[in-house]
């Protein structure tokens, strides 16, 4: 299908690792995102990959990519309170007029103590 | 990273109205901006990309002649919802990009 698909929900307690997963669609996209966005707020970028990559980590933060089966997932190591957000995977293709991303469904994650 | 601000950040305007939503990026140039709307606990769905110097390019199903898209400079781009009605309530958020596309803040519109 053309949905880029995420779970909706995660729940986990805090100092917890949390996974939120993601299954993307277009094998040619070039990076691949994950942005947190809290409530009333605008998008934040978390981190991002290259296509030609397996793992990035950064600081609490590891992205792992499965090309093969074009899945994506963030494990953010230790959670804590101010990590619950809704966190968007997204897949960009370079058009003409710049690189387009389609995001995921969101998956909201709860951190609760 | 870099920042784009978005001004206003909450619009409440009469049906009818017309209403500007400028997006900004501060600390780079953006040859591409884009214009993304959200309806409450769902993603972003692009509107259109807009190229500076050119007509922005809109997606399937969105009127450009409701929402004016104006790409004035390399580091301003501005949304005008015109006649806008209460199906148009909405949060409107626009990204600026560079090498990573970067987001504003966002605005909430609501059309009485």
């Known amino acids: 299908g053309e949905d880029v698909e995420q779970s909706l929900f995660l729940s986990v307690r805090e100092g917890d690792s949390s996974v939120i997963n993601c299954t993307y669609t277009?094998?040619?996209?070039?990076?691949l995102y994950w942005y947190k966005q809290e409530p009333g707020a605008g998008l934040q970028l978390l981190t991002y990959i290259f296509s030609n990559m397996d793992m990035k980590q950064d600081q609490r933060l590891t992205v792992l990519l499965n090309k093969k089966d074009k899945h994506l997932s963030l494990r953010i190591a230790d959670t804590q309170t101010g990590d619950s957000a809704i966190y968007f995977c997204a897949e960009s293709r370079f058009t003409g007029g710049g690189n387009k991303l389609t995001f995921g469904t969101g998956t909201q994650l709860k951190v609760e103590l | 990273g870099a920042v784009v601000s978005q001004h206003p950040s909450r619009v409440i305007c009469k049906s009818g109205t017309s209403v500007k939503i400028e997006c900004r990026s501060l600390d780079f140039q953006a040859t591409t901006m884009f214009w993304y709307r959200q309806f409450p606990k769902q993603s972003l769905m692009l509107m259109a990309t807009s190229n500076e110097g050119s007509k922005a390019t809109y997606e399937q199903g969105v009127e450009k002649d409701k929402f004016l898209i104006n790409h004035a400079s390399l580091t301003l781009s501005t949304l005008t919802v015109t006649s806008a009605h209460p199906e148009d309530s909405s949060f409107y958020i626009c990204s600026a990009s560079g090498a990573l596309q970067y987001f504003g803040p966002g605005t909430r519109l609501t059309v009485l």
């Open positions: 277009d094998s040619s996209s070039t990076y």
